[in-house]
């Protein structure tokens, strides 16, 4: 879906996020969340995780732990492209934010 490269993880090669968030987290990566639809999300929200990448854009991604219909997995946050695609909404600064 997305190759980023993780500062300070997987010798900063790029891989792709889903397999990363298996290995980092031992979680199921289930896709993303739409920032336009954060609030639908919060009644199944437990925990979001800042993580620092190098690669599409340097900067930091949100990462949402949520558990919805009886599983917990890990989706990240997107925001809409000029097209029908989507890209990952990359933060310039991790203020206030917790490093997973």
Do not use: C
């Not at 029908?84 to 206030?96: A, I, M, P, S, T």
């Amino acid at each position: 879906m997305y190759r980023v490269k993780i500062k300070g993880k997987f010798k900063e090669r790029p891989i792709n996020l889903g397999r990363a968030i298996n290995l980092m987290f031992k979680q199921k990566f289930s896709g993303s969340i739409q920032q336009e639809h954060i609030t639908w999300w919060k009644p199944y929200w437990i925990k979001s995780v800042n993580l620092e990448i190098l690669e599409p854009k340097e900067g930091w991604i949100q990462l949402v732990k949520v558990f919805r219909e009886g599983k917990p997995s890990v989706r990240v946050v997107t925001v809409p492209t000029s097209s029908d695609k989507r890209e990952l909404l990359v933060l310039k600064n991790n203020y206030g934010g917790n490093n997973g």
